[in-house]
């Protein structure tokens, strides 16, 4: 059940404000494509896009045909764009599902087109990333793609890879040459796109007819100081109190017993661990959490399901408190910065890991 032992809430208000501040910035003839991939970076993709689905959103981004049928199963309308390489029994869900498939290359779309299966696809091209996409600069391999008999290449986009204007100036330049050489050439490209987050919210006058905002509508940014402040995190992280242990000066705590107390000490034990989604890099103080508006550090080794904090000094904490590990709680917060920081990592990798065992549930 729902706050039993660990769950994610997700504060719909946030998501909300989130859309309409993005939606404010999206330039003209514009669209909101959101990234709902991993699990629309752990909030849960289904709670995500039924809430976007009702704010009027029509188009989603994944990262496989199978999170494009999962979304389809929860009931998720308008268009589904998978952004990975898609093969074999992809090509099966693309078309039961009606999903969007990239066309990674030539060689990948030949692949497509050889499955028999009718596709929709959108053609990734690439302007310097060097990860998915025909190249920008070859307009004849590009053309081949688009004029293949069993797909239907109704968009183009690509990605910008770095924080330099110069650089993604020109990715967008090399970009819009090349789709419009190809509808010079009779291509049907209806829709191109360019803008993730970082560009939506840097240069939105690189236009597009969609942007792929993924971190940002989660409140984020990859590292803090990225985003503008008016941007809300939409999760939090919480879990129980399942134990209070005292301990008297020179015992040990957890595996290894790496934890050890000098004084008389207090420690909790939460019913959240790494395979919640936790880093174990924030075991040993390099994280913790909020226990009646206190901060508490984690003591000793974090464990797979339960993860002992130091409560001395904070009063009579008993078990079933709610302990929250990213989020707000009395005047504190811990917030998915704060992780990403003490684990070495970006926000993104922190989200999109949390597990599957925490119940996802609207606030
Ligand atoms: C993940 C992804 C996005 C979303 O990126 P954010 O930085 O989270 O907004 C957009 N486009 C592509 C191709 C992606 O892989």
Redesign the pocket.
């Known amino acids: 059940m729902y706050g039993d032992r660990a769950w994610i809430e997700i504060d719909r208000e946030a998501l909300r404000h989130n859309v309409r501040y993005l939606r404010s910035l999206l330039p003209e003839g514009c669209l909101l494509m959101p990234?709902v991939?991993a699990n629309a970076?752990g909030h849960g993709s289904a709670l995500v896009a039924g809430e976007l689905n009702a704010m009027g959103v029509r188009a989603f981004?994944v990262?496989t045909a199978e999170e494009g049928a999962e979304l389809r199963r929860s009931g998720t309308a308008g268009d589904i764009l998978v952004?990975g390489f898609s093969q074999g029994h992809d090509l099966t869900l693309a078309q039961e599902h009606g999903l969007i498939l990239t066309a990674a290359g030539l060689d990948h779309a030949r692949l497509l087109d050889e499955s028999g299966r009718r596709l929709r696809v959108h053609l990734a091209i690439d302007t310097g990333m060097h990860r998915l996409g025909e190249s920008a600069g070859d307009i004849d391999r590009l053309e081949r793609i688009c004029k293949m008999k069993n797909l239907h290449t109704e968009g183009a986009?690509t990605?910008l890879c770095t924080e330099d204007g110069d650089f993604s100036r020109r990715q967008a330049a090399e970009f819009k040459a090349a789709v419009s050489a190809l509808r010079q050439r009779g291509c049907r490209i209806e829709k191109a796109h360019l803008l993730?987050?970082?560009g939506l919210l840097r240069f939105p006058e690189l236009g597009g007819d969609y942007a792929?905002?993924?971190?940002?509508?989660y409140g984020l940014g990859?590292l803090r100081g990225q985003v503008p402040e008016e941007l809300r995190p939409v999760l939090s992280l919480k879990a129980r109190v399942a134990a209070v242990k005292e301990l008297e000066p020179g015992q040990g705590a957890g595996y290894g017993l790496r934890y050890t107390a000098y004084r008389e000490s207090r420690l909790a034990v939460l019913t959240a661990g790494y395979a919640d989604g936790l880093p174990r890099a924030l075991s040993m103080g390099r994280g913790g959490a909020l226990i009646r508006g206190k901060y508490a550090p984690t003591a000793g080794l974090m464990c797979m399901d339960q993860t002992l904090v130091d409560v001395t000094g904070i009063p009579d904490i008993r078990p079933g408190d709610e302990a929250v590990l990213i989020g707000r709680q009395g005047g504190g917060e811990i917030s998915a910065y704060d992780l990403a920081q003490a684990a070495g990592t970006i926000t993104?990798e922190i989200l999109s890991r949390l597990g599957q065992r925490p119940e996802r549930v609207l606030v």
Do not use: P, T
Request: charged content about 10%; glycine content about 6%; aromatic content about 10%.
């Open positions: 990234a991939k970076y981004c990262a952004l986009y990605h993730a987050s970082s792929r905002v993924g971190i940002a509508l990859s993104n």
